[in-house]
Structures are given as C-alpha cells and as structure tokens.
C-alpha cells in the first residue's frame, strides 16, 4: 500500500496537537485509523491491489481501482469505515458498563462521530457513495445524478447544523471552527475523484 | 550532459514543509493542560451524568461514580 501525505495534513496536526492534549490527539486519531483500517481490511478481502492511502488538509482519502467491483461490493466497501467505528464504540461501551472512564467515554465518542460524520449523505463521504450505489441497483444513472444533487444539499445543510450545534454545546473552540470550516467547504461542490472521505 | 538544478516550487515546499515540521515540534512541547477535546468531553461526561437513563447505560451507578 503506497502512503502520500501532504502539507495539509501536518498544519492539520499542528493545529490539532497544539489546540489539545496529546492524549485526547490520540484517541481522535485511533478512530480514524479504525475507520480507514475498515476500509482497507474490506478492500483486502475483495481481493482490490494496492490501495492508496493520501493524507491531506481535509482528512485520509483512500484511492483505489474499483472498477471491478459490483455495486453490492462497492456498498459493502464504503460502510465497512463506519462499521469498524461501531464496533469500537460498542466494545467501549461494553468495557464502560465494567468501570466508568472519561477517557474511554472520548474514545466511545469519537468512533461514533466518525461512523455518524461519515455515513451522512454527502458529496465524497461513505453515506453519499453508497445511497449512490443502492440508488443504481434500482433506478437509471440520470435519475440518480438528479435525486443526490438534491439529497447532497440537504446533507450539507443538516451537517452545517449539526456543527453550529455542536459549536453551541461544547462552546466556541478553534477545533469546532476548523470543523465548521471543513463542513462549509464539504458543501462546495467538486469532482467525485476518490473511495473514501476524512 | 544534464544539469542539476532546483527549482523555486520545489523549495519553497521543502520550507513550507520544515516550518510546518517545526510548528508541530513546538505544539507537541507547548502543548495545554486542558484543550479543546477534553472541554468536549468534560461537557459529555456531565450531560452523562445529568440524565439518569444515560448514566445507566454508561454504567456510572455500577462503578459509583453517581450516587444513587
């Protein structure tokens, strides 16, 4: 598997590692690398070579060569992220429910933000690809371009809200501001281009 | 006969990229005692503990860090 990072991602890092303990940083990115895992685990066992992982501003995209795969496997590749993710918050909660920990209710959170963020019907995350797919196995291309253009805006819309929100709930922080910001710039339409989003 | 040179972009991204390295040095030495994440969780933890359901479900009343 070949790894590309950009500048991106280190001003990202920075921003993040700088803005929070190293132990929280952590937890945050142990989601992410489950949600990925998921992803290249799912990839591995459909038998698709050399995966590419690229590190950037806006997350980990995987790159990968699925013109082989069948819409039913394309659907089982984007949710298996998201799955991995539930998985893990429902082992945390299960080591929880044995003997209460702060730390472990952020890693219980995070996974499910990860699984929540990446299943929403948007424009190049998991939740869009696969309505997308699910939507081909029934109906006509033209018909599902026009149906998720519109299920793509209301998905922004929900995800700007659940920001501003969360930005009400945990307070004003620049870690919720970069978030607001991805989620705005999310909503700016672009090229579909690659499997898997943040 | 070839030449060897660098061009303007390709340094410039090296120093963009070790002024970016040397950011995430300094962040990980100054790092804060209390940051966003655990503000987060700090707000989590209480809305947990408010809700009497949701204590249950997080097992807060088993490990007695709620009284019932």
Known sequence: ?198 | MHTLYYPKEANMKKLVIILLLVLLFFSLIGRREEGDFSKINAVLVSKIAESPAASEVFGLYESGAVET
């Open chain 1, 1 to 198: 598997m070949r790894v590309r990072w950009s500048t991106g991602f280190i001003l990202f890092l920075a921003v993040i590692v700088f803005q929070n303990e190293l132990s929280y940083t952590l937890t945050f990115m142990s989601a992410a690398c489950l949600h990925e895992a998921g992803h290249l685990l799912c990839l591995k066992a459909l038998n698709i070579k050399k995966p590419e992982l690229s590190l950037g501003l806006c997350g980990a995209v995987i790159k990968a060569d699925t013109s082989s795969l069948s819409y039913r496997s394309e659907i089982l590749v984007f949710i298996s992220g998201a799955a991995v993710n539930l998985l893990a918050s429902f082992t945390a909660l299960i080591v929880l429910r044995s003997g209460f920990n702060t730390r472990l209710v952020f890693f219980f959170f995070a996974n499910l933000f990860y699984a929540g963020l990446n299943i929403l019907p948007l424009k190049n995350f998991d939740g869009g690809r696969c309505l997308e797919c699910i939507l081909l196995l029934i109906t006509d291309p033209f018909k599902v371009d026009r149906i998720m253009n519109k299920v793509y805006f209301i998905g922004s819309a929900v995800l700007l809200f659940i920001t501003v929100y969360g930005m009400q709930v945990f307070g004003f922080n620049l870690t919720l501001v970069l978030v607001a910001v991805w989620a705005v710039f999310q909503c700016i339409p672009s090229k579909p281009c690659c499997l898997s989003a943040s």
